[in-house]
């Protein structure tokens, strides 16, 4: 079954700049498409942005836009999420998921998540 392995969290100061790593070990994500997730304490979980397998890409958060930039290495076998210019309102875990093909597909598998705190 197909295992999601969030890394790349972590303790930044405000401004500063995390890259977040998807990975599947020992699995293909050629076919899936990832999404970002992120749920901060208190709050229900909202979506940040997913990249199709063909590299089509959906934001679902357009405050994020700008600042976070999801992208994918087949080669490497990583999804990636760079995020710029952390707030502190950016803290919270982080989870990618998978779907079939397309974005729009459902969520089958789910990472365990890594937290990202911005603080000074």
């Known amino acids: 079954q197909l295992q999601l392995v969030e890394s790349g969290g972590g303790l930044v100061q405000p401004g500063g700049s995390l890259r977040l790593s998807c990975a599947a070990p020992g699995f293909t994500l050629d076919y899936y498409a990832i999404g970002w997730f992120r749920q901060a304490p208190g709050k229900e979980r909202e979506g940040v942005s997913c990249?199709?397998?063909?590299?089509?890409?959906?934001n679902y958060t357009d405050s994020l836009k700008g600042r976070f930039t999801i992208s994918r290495d087949n080669a490497k076998n990583t999804v990636y999420l760079q995020m710029n210019s952390l707030k502190p309102e950016d803290t919270a875990v982080y989870y990618c998921?998978?779907?079939?093909?397309?974005?729009?597909?459902?969520?089958?598998?789910w990472g365990q998540g890594t937290q990202v705190t911005v603080s000074s």
């Open positions: 998921a998978a779907s079939p093909i397309y974005c729009s597909g459902p969520r089958n598998y």
């Open positions: 990249i199709g397998w063909g590299g089509g890409i959906t």
